[in-house]
């Protein structure tokens, strides 16, 4: 049997990394009645924290020569560079300047958004997901997409 050079199999792969950060769930948008309705206790003026889990998936090709899609080494330095090391025992809306300069409420679905565009400078279309775990029930994953 013949293999094609140009078909090589399309692998997606998932590393994991946990942080530790306090946040307020709040907008600048609403008012402090209209926050407190959607938001609850997790409006609470003296913050409160999580213990976040990332997923970043990569999807390319397996590159011939090393059997990889992507260096797991590179990937692992990057989500700590560009992740934990920024977020972790840090208060996001006061310490993180996507949500302190912006003013963009630190939900999880934003959390994701923010993860994504920090890492596609380093991985650009190889980036396939990135998934923030804020509890053990609640997921919110980001591929990119806009509406």
Same mark, same amino acid.
Request: charged fraction near 25%; include cysteine; proline fraction near 3%.
């Given at each position: 049997?013949? @293999?094609?050079?140009?078909?090589?199999?399309?692998?997606?792969? &998932?590393?994991?990394? *946990?942080? *530790?950060?306090?946040?307020?769930?709040?907008?600048?948008?609403?008012?402090?009645e209209?926050?407190?309705? =959607? $938001? #609850?206790?997790?409006?609470?003026?003296?913050?409160? #924290?999580?213990?976040?889990?990332?997923?970043?998936? =990569?999807? #390319? %090709?397996?590159? %011939?020569?090393?059997?990889?899609? @992507?260096?797991?080494?590179?990937?692992?330095?990057?989500? /700590?560079?560009?992740?934990?090391?920024?977020?972790?025992?840090?208060?996001?809306?006061?310490? @993180?300047?996507?949500f302190?300069?912006? #003013? =963009? %409420? *630190?939900?999880?679905?934003?959390?994701?958004?923010? =993860?994504?565009?920090?890492?596609?400078? /380093?991985?650009k279309?190889?980036? $396939?997901e990135?998934?923030?775990?804020? &509890?053990?029930?609640?997921?919110?994953? $980001? /591929?990119?997409?806009?509406?």
């Amino acid at each position: 049997m013949e @293999v094609n050079t140009h078909d090589r199999p399309l692998v997606l792969v &998932t590393r994991q990394e *946990s942080f *530790s950060a306090a946040h307020r769930l709040h907008s600048s948008k609403l008012t402090k009645e209209e926050n407190l309705e =959607i $938001y #609850g206790k997790c409006n609470n003026e003296h913050f409160h #924290g999580h213990n976040y889990t990332v997923k970043v998936t =990569i999807r #390319g %090709p397996v590159q %011939p020569e090393t059997g990889m899609v @992507v260096n797991l080494s590179s990937l692992k330095e990057a989500m /700590r560079e560009l992740v934990v090391e920024p977020f972790d025992h840090k208060n996001l809306d006061l310490e @993180v300047s996507e949500f302190s300069k912006l #003013g =963009i %409420p *630190s939900t999880m679905e934003n959390l994701a958004v923010v =993860i994504w565009k920090r890492l596609f400078h /380093r991985f650009k279309q190889l980036l $396939y997901e990135v998934v923030v775990q804020e &509890t053990n029930g609640h997921y919110a994953s $980001y /591929r990119g997409e806009v509406y």
